[in-house]
């Protein structure tokens, strides 16, 4: 059943160096006919997936992102949620988490709270000067720190920092100082990236071509980042609970957890992927087509059981409390089982994988965080 919801906003000031998601620039507007189209989608897949006549539960999370959702202001997403609730209700205790970007506030704090957002997600990256340059983010160190302060003094308590370490130029001293002022905030989540060179953003002809000017850290200099980053934050109380994700006072991110944890979703929004009734759909990255049909799809693929499978290791494993692979047994076909006991078994006897003797939990080996993506390139193609 479903009961967590995406919604896509496209629209950005301007577009970092290294962003290869699907944006719109501000400046170009449109704003309202797209959150008309936004309203008037919400509205067809609702009708649309009413088909079964299924009560649906109550949503437990939605996430608002981009782009930059907070160029939006606070009364859009009233009418947006006014939508949702007339085909779904909110549970009491949902996760309404908003995207913001430090100095990019269409309304004040307050007013995204009183509209009924709990949670905010601050877009932060860094806090020394020359590495915001380098991403091309349009804020300060002191930028970012207010608008933390901002979140809080308006009343939320869940408050959520982005956090980025791979940047060019970036040394182990400037990233332990940039972590050293996250752990000062007010804030009760971190979520880390990796900084990714992907293909055909401004960044990579920078890094390639002005290599002096773009100097990336080398992989031995990153994954010494990546452990100081949990040393650190362990220390100050944080909890890691996947592999990027930090939390304190248990105060995870509901939404995230149901992506890992391969639970269906509606993605609203152009370039909105959603994954509903065993069909994964990505929306229109077309602009003036998606306010023409917002229904209009980008690409739509039915997601096969031994996919399914795949997706359950690929994703669940990067929580560090693993997961229940007898549930997963129980609930696939004998034949796709067989193909994965013998992976199982395999990283078993490698030490990469290990079962928690709390729960029996199968889960990524401590060590082995880093270099994951190793581990869990095996769980794909079983076939």
Same mark, same amino acid.
């Given at each position: 059943?479903?009961?967590?919801?995406?919604?896509?906003?496209?629209?950005?000031?301007?577009?970092?160096?290294?962003?290869?998601?699907?944006? !719109?620039? /501000?400046?170009?507007?449109?704003?309202?006919?797209?959150?008309?189209?936004?309203?008037?989608?919400?509205?067809?897949?609702?009708?649309?997936?009413?088909?079964?006549?299924?009560?649906?539960?109550?949503?437990?999370?939605?996430?608002?992102?981009?782009?930059?959702?907070?160029?939006?202001?606070?009364?859009?997403?009233?009418?947006?949620?006014?939508?949702?609730?007339?085909?779904?209700?909110?549970?009491?205790? /949902? !996760?309404?988490?908003?995207?913001?970007?430090?100095?990019?506030?269409?309304?004040? @704090?307050?007013?995204?709270?009183?509209? #009924?957002?709990?949670?905010?997600?601050?877009?932060?990256?860094?806090?020394?000067?020359?590495?915001?340059?380098?991403?091309?983010?349009?804020?300060?160190?002191?930028? /970012?720190?207010?608008?933390?302060?901002?979140?809080?003094?308006?009343?939320?308590?869940?408050?959520?920092?982005?956090?980025?370490? #791979?940047?060019?130029?970036?040394?182990?001293?400037?990233? !332990?100082?940039?972590?050293?002022?996250?752990?000062?905030?007010?804030?009760?989540?971190?979520?880390?990236?990796?900084?990714?060179?992907?293909? #055909?953003?401004?960044?990579?002809?920078?890094?390639?071509?002005?290599?002096?000017?773009?100097?990336?850290?080398?992989?031995?200099?990153?994954?010494?980042?990546?452990?100081?980053?949990?040393?650190?934050?362990?220390?100050? *109380?944080?909890?890691?609970?996947?592999?990027?994700?930090?939390?304190?006072?248990?105060?995870?991110?509901?939404?995230?957890?149901?992506?890992?944890? #391969?639970?269906?979703?509606?993605?609203?929004?152009?370039?909105?992927?959603?994954?509903?009734?065993?069909?994964?759909? !990505?929306?229109?990255?077309?602009?003036?087509?998606?306010?023409?049909?917002?229904?209009? @799809?980008?690409?739509?693929?039915?997601?096969?059981?031994?996919?399914?499978?795949?997706?359950?290791?690929?994703?669940?494993?990067?929580?560090?409390?693993?997961?229940?692979?007898?549930?997963?047994?129980?609930?696939?076909?004998?034949?796709?089982?067989?193909?994965?006991?013998?992976?199982?078994?395999?990283?078993? *006897?490698?030490?990469?994988?290990?079962?928690?003797?709390?729960?029996?939990?199968?889960?990524?080996?401590?060590?082995?965080?880093?270099?994951?993506?190793?581990?869990? /390139?095996?769980?794909?193609?079983?076939?």
């Amino acid at each position: 059943m479903i009961a967590n919801a995406y919604i896509h906003i496209p629209f950005c000031a301007s577009k970092c160096v290294y962003c290869d998601f699907y944006v !719109e620039l /501000a400046k170009y507007g449109r704003q309202a006919a797209y959150v008309e189209a936004l309203n008037k989608e919400i509205a067809l897949r609702y009708q649309q997936d009413d088909s079964n006549n299924v009560e649906l539960p109550p949503l437990k999370s939605i996430y608002i992102g981009g782009g930059t959702p907070s160029l939006l202001e606070a009364s859009v997403y009233q009418q947006v949620f006014e939508t949702i609730e007339q085909y779904q209700p909110f549970s009491p205790n /949902a !996760e309404r988490t908003l995207e913001i970007n430090p100095n990019r506030l269409a309304s004040t @704090m307050a007013d995204y709270k009183a509209v #009924g957002f709990n949670r905010v997600s601050i877009g932060i990256q860094s806090f020394n000067p020359l590495e915001l340059k380098k991403l091309s983010r349009q804020h300060s160190a002191e930028e /970012a720190i207010s608008t933390v302060y901002q979140a809080k003094k308006a009343g939320f308590i869940n408050i959520s920092i982005d956090l980025m370490y #791979g940047i060019p130029l970036q040394t182990l001293d400037s990233w !332990e100082a940039t972590l050293a002022q996250a752990i000062a905030l007010p804030i009760e989540h971190i979520s880390l990236y990796g900084l990714q060179l992907e293909a #055909g953003t401004p960044l990579e002809t920078l890094v390639h071509k002005a290599k002096a000017h773009y100097p990336l850290p080398t992989d031995e200099a990153c994954l010494a980042m990546y452990q100081l980053a949990i040393d650190r934050l362990t220390q100050a *109380g944080f909890h890691q609970y996947e592999v990027s994700n930090f939390a304190r006072n248990g105060l995870k991110s509901t939404h995230n957890l149901a992506y890992w944890q #391969g639970k269906p979703f509606w993605g609203f929004g152009a370039g909105a992927t959603g994954f509903v009734s065993g069909v994964r759909y !990505e929306n229109s990255t077309n602009l003036d087509g998606y306010i023409a049909n917002p229904l209009e @799809m980008q690409a739509e693929t039915v997601v096969s059981a031994l996919e399914q499978l795949e997706n359950s290791f690929i994703f669940g494993l990067r929580l560090t409390e693993g997961i229940d692979i007898e549930a997963i047994e129980e609930k696939t076909d004998p034949v796709l089982w067989g193909k994965v006991v013998p992976v199982i078994e395999k990283a078993v *006897g490698k030490g990469q994988l290990h079962h928690l003797p709390s729960t029996g939990f199968l889960a990524i080996t401590p060590e082995w965080f880093p270099k994951m993506n190793g581990v869990l /390139a095996d769980f794909v193609n079983l076939s």
